[in-house]
């Protein structure tokens, strides 16, 4: 934990298992595989907000009310403009580097 910036240790404290759960359930992604939940709009903007959250050293609550900012249907979409359950990223979160699962499959063959 000391090589991480306090921004970073807040992300870690504003954040939580249970927050974010709730959050997702508002988008109904509840259930959806990691793959899919991770890689959507909802997600980026759960990210965004506790980034924001961390910067300015202030708790916004993940209410209904920044639910509200992204209706249900589009939180569900990809950020990178295809279906979610066809995204793996093997370089990290928030990287650019995208396979579909079929390349993937073939390629560890």
Do not use: W
Not at 7 to 25: P, V
Not at 82 to 99: E, H, L, Q, T
């Amino acid at each position: 934990m000391d090589n991480i910036s306090d921004t970073q240790k807040r992300m870690l404290r504003y954040g939580g298992n249970r927050q974010f759960r709730d959050f997702l359930l508002m988008y109904e992604l509840g259930s959806e595989p990691l793959e899919t939940r991770y890689f959507t709009k909802a997600c980026q903007l759960y990210r965004d907000r506790l980034k924001q959250m961390a910067e300015l050293n202030e708790v916004i609550h993940f209410t209904r009310e920044l639910h509200m900012t992204l209706p249900v249907e589009e939180g569900k979409k990809s950020i990178y403009g295809v279906r979610p359950s066809y995204i793996f990223n093997d370089a990290g979160m928030g990287s650019n580097k995208i396979f579909h699962r079929d390349t993937i499959s073939q390629s560890m063959q």
